[in-house]
């Protein structure tokens, strides 16, 4: 296979319509960029399985194979995006002043790219003794069902993961947890008090004691690398019309968490939110745990090294404040890190990610291999 044009490379997946069809109603999902991650892993000469989490929703899993004895490494990437709301032109990619613009490019097909460019740059190679694994996953921005199914059959001693980092080493991040409350009241005619029970105004000491309690997790010691938790109300809803008494209420919050907290700690939240009003009902949603792995593991060394080596400044070590799968690689076993490339708008109607450093983000993928799985 000759040397990949990563701005063509980089250009079809953008091109490509894969928004998670659970965040937006119709989404294409993954089927037409995960065949095509597919047929370009083959054709670079990987060894390629397709694992379904659902249908429809599949990943995609490419492995260089190594000569036997060494380490194995898993470089990953996810593939669905958000939605277009407020974009102009979001599956045509266009170039302006080396970067690349278009829904996915920086969140994450950027990073995506880079994996399969240093994928197929090792494959061209002599072999490594480790196999190197690109795990291309469906639905991260959603439920992580993709991640989930993957790593249900494929471990690895160790993984980079390429959401964007502008070439940063980041070695932890939040984690979140979302619960419903709900209040309950009488349902009546809004001119007969005497006989209806506001179930929105019996929230208010909920809400209460909701921002009691962000108070207070603002003045906890903060993590030395993502900052203090916090909690905020999400979505609130109840009643059908003016006239009536609302016979009940909800409340959406979500906690975002710090390495070192517990379920348990959310739960004694969470039950100490609804103490203040009989019959309320609290009930927890998706959780995903922080992540954070030793500064001192080997993968973190590797690419750290490779990063100096490729750009020629020493990395930063950081922390960022928002979810990825790489807790889940972590809590599989799998001592994980995060490095990706440069650019702006993640989720946003301005989007782009800046193209040299894709290449150099996939050239320390490559170094970090060879130094891990030699």
Aim: net charge negative; proline share 6%; charged share 20%.
């Amino acid at each position: 296979m000759p040397p990949v044009n990563g701005e063509q490379l980089l250009s079809a997946l953008v091109a490509i319509d894969s928004v998670n069809p659970d965040l937006v109603a119709g989404g294409a999902g993954e089927a037409e960029i995960a065949a095509l991650v597919a047929d370009w892993l083959r054709d670079a000469g990987l060894d390629v399985e397709v694992v379904e989490a659902a249908p429809g929703r599949p990943s995609v899993v490419g492995t260089v194979r190594g000569r036997g004895g060494g380490a194995s490494l898993m470089l990953n990437a996810h593939l669905d995006t958000v939605g277009f709301d407020g974009m102009d032109r979001p599956l045509q990619p266009r170039v302006e002043d080396g970067r690349l613009h278009g829904r996915g490019a920086y969140d994450m097909k950027g990073g995506l790219a880079a994996c399969l460019i240093a994928a197929a740059e090792l494959a061209r190679g002599e072999p490594l003794a480790g196999d190197v694994v690109v795990t291309a996953v469906a639905d991260e921005e959603h439920a992580s069902i993709g991640m989930q199914a993957v790593l249900a059959h494929v471990r690895t001693d160790a993984a980079i993961v390429t959401e964007p980092t502008a070439l940063r080493v980041c070695v932890a991040h939040k984690g979140f947890a979302w619960a419903d409350v709900e209040t309950a009241g009488r349902a009546a005619h809004g001119s007969r008090p005497g006989e209806g029970i506001d179930a929105i105004t019996r929230m208010a000491p909920v809400l209460s004691r909701l921002a009691a309690l962000q108070r207070d997790l603002g003045e906890r010691p903060p993590h030395a690398l993502v900052g203090a938790p916090s909690v905020h109300a999400s979505l609130i809803e109840g009643g059908q019309e003016r006239s009536s008494y609302p016979a009940r209420c909800r409340l959406a919050l979500e906690r975002r968490t710090i390495p070192g907290e517990t379920a348990a700690d959310l739960r004694a939240e969470l039950d100490a939110l609804v103490r203040a009003v009989d019959g309320a009902i609290a009930t927890p949603g998706l959780t995903r745990a922080p992540f954070a792995v030793d500064p001192g593991a080997a993968v973190v060394a590797a690419t750290s090294r490779a990063a100096h080596r490729i750009t020629g400044a020493a990395p930063e070590l950081y922390g960022e404040t928002y979810w990825m799968d790489a807790a889940l690689i972590q809590a599989a076993g799998i001592p994980t890190v995060v490095l990706g490339p440069a650019g702006e708008g993640a989720h946003a109607a301005e989007e782009w990610v800046d193209l040299a450093s894709v290449d150099t983000c996939a050239a320390v993928l490559a170094a970090a291999a060879h130094e891990l799985c030699a």
